[in-house]
């Protein structure tokens, strides 16, 4: 008799790309039916260097530590985008500078984790959990987020991630997607798909087991209603044109999704290759214009559609106010995110700037840092995703002041 299992892992009828068993393919068809507010948020793995993509060129000490990487003043050759007379955006991303003058772009400065720890592992960890400095911790910010608003038309595709494998921040016992491509996600059963599909739905409908039965149904239902979106034919809109890498096209499916109105509430992308300790100019530059060039093209693509939409950005830690021998910058501490939607209130970088100067550093070598990145991620739920009660989210933890980054 079939069960669970061998739905899951039948050699090659294998559901692919699930991040959980299908018993949460719920309600779908409700919730296309819901308009919904969206965040999408987008993890910088490697910790980028927070002091060239938000550059502080009014800070006199920035150039006097950075001789030969930091980014020039705006009006120079290859300066900064200026956005408020202190601080400017990396010239490669002067793409976002709009958003920024019509108020949609907002940056925090001088955040992140308070946690002391410069280990990659240990600090992805810890901002992805919610839980700085505590490693027992069994779930993801956002899954935990899921359990607080849980409501009655949540859709097989409330939570996606556009990743191999689920992140930290969204694994935990509520149900959520990791799916790497959306044109692979189904079975696998080559050339003869549709068929085979056929066949092995038929045999769940015959499954004595009662409680298989519906789950397998709404599993099909699942893969049926993603199949009716016509992903092959998608075509950005507004002229929007998304990077051809990983993190460009994630963004790009992000964008599918919510179009079609699958019921997403929460989406994960991730962008890499930001630890740059030698030869960081060029590198951060390829990296910094692909990272902007995929928000700004995700914006353009959902035009009105960003009044409902949220993209909310992060990264482990900053990098060392000072550059290294090797033209580069080593672990640091304080960072900054930003968050981009018609709920944003932009055109200001937030956040109480600690300045450069040796004895204003962390250690007397990082950025301080003055704003909890759970103070932003408290203020996205509430004041974007509506969630009236966030202490589960975020325990034994209590936000000093509100930062007031939303409308």
């Known amino acids: ?28 068809a409700q919730a296309a039916q819901t308009k919904r507010k969206v965040l999408v948020t987008v993890f910088q793995r490697g910790a980028v260097d927070g002091l060239n993509m938000i550059v502080p060129f009014g800070e006199k000490a920035y150039y006097q530590a950075r001789p030969s990487i930091a980014i020039a003043k705006p009006g120079e050759a290859g300066g900064a985008v200026d956005l408020d007379g202190f601080f400017g955006l990396h010239p490669r991303m002067a793409s976002l500078q709009p958003y920024f003058k019509r108020g949609e772009l907002a940056i925090v400065n001088a955040t992140g984790s308070n946690d002391p720890t410069r280990s990659h592992f240990d600090a992805q960890d810890y901002m992805e959990s919610g839980t700085p400095g505590r ?50 996600f189904g079975l696998r059963a080559g050339d003869r798909g549709d068929m085979m599909q056929s066949s092995f739905e038929a045999q769940y409908a015959a499954a004595a087991d009662s409680l298989l039965k519906p789950t397998s149904k709404e599993a099909f239902d699942a893969i049926r209603q993603l199949e009716s979106v016509d992903l092959a034919k998608y075509t950005p809109q507004n002229g929007a044109v998304y990077p051809n890498s990983g993190y460009g096209q994630a963004l ?36 910094l214009d692909d990272f902007a060039s995929g928000i700004a093209a995700f914006a353009q693509d959902l035009g009105d559609g960003m009044a409902d939409v949220m993209v909310l950005t992060m990264s482990e830690f ?41 004895e204003q550093r962390y250690e007397g070598r990082d950025l301080a840092i003055t704003t909890d990145f759970r103070d932003v991620f408290s203020e996205v739920l509430g004041g974007h995703l509506g969630a009236k009660d966030i202490s589960s989210v975020f325990p034994n933890y209590t936000a000093k002041s509100k930062l007031g980054l939303i409308r």
Do not use: C
Not at 147 to 169: C, D, G
Not at 322 to 332: K, L, Y
């Open 318 to 358: 900053g990098r060392t106010v000072s550059e290294n021998g090797a033209r580069g910058t080593d672990h640091g501490h304080g960072n900054a995110m930003l968050l981009l939607g018609g709920d944003v209130k932009g055109g200001k970088v937030y956040g109480k700037w600690p300045g450069l100067e040796r």
């Open 252 to 287: 790009k499916q992000i964008a599918q999704l919510i179009k079609a109105n699958m019921g997403l509430e929460v989406a994960f992308a991730e962008s890499g290759n930001w630890d740059h300790h030698a030869n960081e100019g060029p590198q951060i530059a390829n990296r």
């Open 135 to 184: 490693k027992s911790t069994r779930d993801g910010w956002l899954n935990r987020y899921l359990h607080a608003k849980e409501h009655e038309e949540a859709s097989a595709f409330r939570a996606v991630s556009l990743t191999q494998q689920l992140p930290r921040a969204l694994q935990g016992t509520a149900p959520a997607l990791a799916i790497d491509q959306l044109g692979r």
């Open 1 to 28: 008799m079939m069960n669970r299992r061998i739905f899951l892992k039948n050699g090659s009828l294998a559901l692919v790309s699930l991040g959980f068993a299908p018993a949460f393919f719920t309600r779908a």
